[in-house]
């Protein structure tokens, strides 16, 4: 069972004009936060972020208990995989066996698409150690990057609410889970709350995709692979 943490709630933003403040709210610059968030991952905490896509959890993806507190926050299943979030294209280089062009990672990334391939010998065994294979992102959201980058390692990363529940875009969409954080930070609603989440494809055969997640990018991503690279749909098992 998690312990309660004395979670800091920082704004990244202006907050909307309405909805509830926590009282522990604060103010803060961007260097601040930033600081505070890498921090609160360094020393093995888990946090919630902003994203260009839905509100995520994250921690160091090479700090296994870490990783174990994000399950058990959730209360997800220990089958079901985690993303890694890097903050640079070159950084997919150090953790995935990339088989596409760099030009094609490129049309995607920064961006609301996670890509799976196969994940190399540097990463964490304890990270999803169920797949030889590992999603990473690298959202369209200067915090998220600049964050990974601070960090200089992966994080792990997935949707910040009780798992079989509803995607959020507002951090007060998951206030039951701030107790067990150690920084919330508000970047305000986000987009267009579709709660899609990211288009999630799997690269991981040469020459092939495969949709795992329609996500919120899917006809723009399908139409990169296929006509720009020319990438055939893999059915997988199906």
Same mark, same amino acid.
């Given at each position: 069972?998690?312990?309660?943490?004395?979670?800091?709630?920082?704004?990244?933003?202006?907050?909307?004009?309405?909805?509830?403040?926590?009282?522990?709210?604060?103010?803060?610059?961007?260097?601040?936060?930033?600081?505070?968030?890498?921090?609160?991952?360094?020393?093995?905490?888990?946090?919630?972020?902003?994203?260009?896509?839905?509100?995520?959890?994250?921690?160091?993806?090479?700090?296994?208990?870490?990783?174990?507190?994000?399950?058990?926050?959730?209360?997800?299943?220990?089958?079901? !995989? /985690? @993303?890694?979030?890097?903050?640079? %294209?070159?950084?997919?280089?150090?953790?995935?066996? #990339? $088989?596409?062009?760099? +030009? *094609?990672?490129?049309?995607?990334?920064?961006?609301?698409?996670?890509?799976?391939?196969?994940?190399?010998?540097?990463?964490?065994?304890?990270?999803?150690?169920?797949?030889?294979?590992?999603?990473?992102?690298?959202?369209?959201?200067?915090?998220?990057?600049?964050?990974?980058?601070?960090?200089?390692? !992966? /994080? @792990?990363?997935?949707?910040?609410? %009780?798992?079989?529940?509803?995607?959020?875009?507002? #951090? $007060?969409?998951?206030? +039951? *889970?701030?107790?067990?954080?150690?920084?919330?930070?508000?970047?305000?609603?986000?987009?267009?709350?579709?709660?899609?989440?990211?288009?999630?494809?799997?690269?991981?055969?040469?020459?092939?995709?495969?949709?795992?997640?329609?996500?919120?990018?899917?006809?723009?991503?399908?139409?990169?692979?296929?006509?720009?690279?020319?990438?055939?749909?893999?059915p997988g098992d199906e």
């Amino acid at each position: 069972m998690c312990k309660e943490l004395k979670t800091k709630v920082l704004r990244l933003s202006p907050p909307p004009s309405n909805g509830p403040s926590a009282q522990n709210e604060d103010r803060t610059d961007g260097a601040e936060l930033l600081s505070c968030t890498v921090r609160a991952l360094k020393e093995g905490h888990v946090v919630a972020v902003p994203t260009d896509t839905i509100y995520g959890l994250a921690c160091l993806a090479q700090n296994s208990e870490a990783i174990r507190t994000v399950y058990d926050i959730k209360g997800r299943n220990g089958q079901k !995989p /985690l @993303a890694i979030c890097v903050g640079e %294209i070159q950084d997919i280089y150090k953790y995935c066996k #990339v $088989q596409v062009k760099k +030009e *094609l990672l490129g049309d995607v990334l920064p961006g609301p698409v996670t890509l799976v391939f196969e994940r190399s010998e540097i990463l964490n065994t304890d990270l999803n150690p169920f797949t030889p294979l590992v999603g990473v992102r690298i959202p369209d959201h200067a915090f998220m990057r600049r964050l990974c980058q601070m960090c200089g390692e !992966p /994080l @792990a990363l997935t949707s910040a609410n %009780i798992s079989t529940h509803s995607s959020t875009v507002a #951090v $007060q969409e998951f206030q +039951e *889970l701030w107790p067990k954080l150690a920084v919330v930070v508000d970047g305000g609603p986000i987009g267009d709350q579709s709660r899609l989440g990211s288009t999630v494809v799997d690269l991981s055969v040469l020459g092939k995709y495969r949709v795992i997640r329609p996500g919120c990018a899917f006809t723009s991503t399908v139409d990169v692979l296929e006509r720009k690279y020319g990438l055939s749909e893999d059915p997988g098992d199906e």
